[in-house]
């Protein structure tokens, strides 16, 4: 007789719903960081020469909806981080909301038990659903952290990070 | 007759052990980023009026220890950053690293159903055992993500974060 104990290799510690929804409260705050930018120093400021953190948010746009459109559809997407479009605040915050959409979106059609399954992401990046998607959301808090360094450098107060 | 298909709102997207596993690459490149940092400017090096990264550390130092053992042993922890005995980068290592062996100790104790259970972190901060580990390891990310603009305003190259 077989018995109904599951695996405790992998038994759930979160589900894909509770998943979507703590990286969209961080999305949500990630948008209040950019917001907080003054227009021209979201372009422009930069420290120890790095990137200003408009571009870290084209690279954080780059990944996240193209990354879940690959895992959700199958299709290889291609890391594409010209922005040229988003040259200004609005812009940018205008395509952030589109991603936002477009993860739930795609997340929907994402079934449990892909998350385990091995992907090439962008064709490039081996990992499985699970990693691939953690990498996503660990990418964004590390620039955020980042664009926090640079607002208080520029005197401004950020959000507080465990607002979400 | 019954079916055994699991509820999709709880099936498992990641297990108790690669959760793990996920938390100690990352404190194993946080290692490194402490590592990275000249010893004076560990403990005195600051931008825009923010914490030097040693402090920034006995704060994660606080956090990840004794709150993997506050949910394994259902005893409630202070939060206590107080850690005067760091005075040294080689004395904050050997925290960290002690702290690496207690996370792996106590989470051993953690039941699979235990991270769905409701939570009073440190006495103070509702949520469940999964709100509150996930929101441990983030906040690693997001300070460690400032140490990084630290370093590259020292220039320091800093450990690759992809690297883990």
């Known amino acids: 007789m077989e018995t109904m104990i599951p695996n405790p290799t992998t ?3 979160i589900s894909s719903q ?12 990630t948008r209040r ?11 422009e400021f930069s420290i120890g020469g790095m990137r200003p953190f408009s571009k870290m948010v084209y690279e ?7 990354g879940v459109k690959e895992i959700a559809t199958g299709t290889s997407e291609e ?7 988003a040259t200004t605040k609005d812009k940018i915050l205008a395509l952030w909301d589109e991603a936002t959409a477009a993860i739930d ?15 090439m992401a962008f ?3 081996e990992g499985t659903v699970i990693s691939s998607v953690l990498y996503y959301i660990d990418n964004e808090i590390h620039h955020r952290g980042q664009g926090y360094v640079y607002l208080r450098a520029l005197g401004v107060e950020p959000p507080n990070f465990w607002e979400r």
């Open 60 to 66: 954080l746009l780059a990944i996240a909806a193209p």
């Open 33 to 43: 960081v950019i917001d907080a930018f003054p227009e021209k120093e979201l372009f």
């Open 123 to 125: 064709g490039q990046y």
């Open 105 to 119: 979106q795609y997340w929907a059609l994402i079934p449990d038990e892909k998350f385990q399954e091995k992907i």
């Open 18 to 29: 509770d998943l979507l929804k703590h990286w969209q409260a961080h999305r949500g705050l």
């Open 79 to 85: 890391l594409k981080e010209d922005l040229s479009q």
């Open 11 to 13: 038994a759930p510690v």
